[in-house]
């Protein structure tokens, strides 16, 4: 979901809407709006899975996250 979440502020950052992207990626409007406030709130740090009661963990290293990082920097 942290890559679907990325996308979708790139895509809007190249100059679609967010409606536009509600049907591009197929996810609910609602979604969106909220991951657009995650991103207004606090930015990229605010993207990341808020696990509770010990959910599932990233299956990126730090190192793995970084070089994504890195890459949808250079995605034009």
């Known amino acids: ?3 679907k979440k990325l996308f979708f502020i790139r ?3 190249n100059g679609k809407t967010v409606d536009e992207n509600v049907e591009l990626m197929e996810i609910a409007l ?3 709006h909220r ?3 995650e991103w207004n709130e606090d ?3 605010n993207l990341y ?3 509770k009661n010990g959910g ?3 299956k990126l290293a ?3 996250f970084k070089k994504l990082d890195e890459t949808m920097i250079n995605i034009q």
């Open 49 to 51: 899975p808020k696990y």
């Open 30 to 32: 609602s979604t969106e």
């Open 35 to 37: 991951w657009l406030d």
């Open 11 to 13: 895509f809007l950052y």
């Open 62 to 64: 730090k190192e793995q």
């Open 56 to 58: 599932c963990k990233a």
């Open 43 to 45: 930015g990229y740090e």
């Open 1 to 3: 979901m942290f890559l």
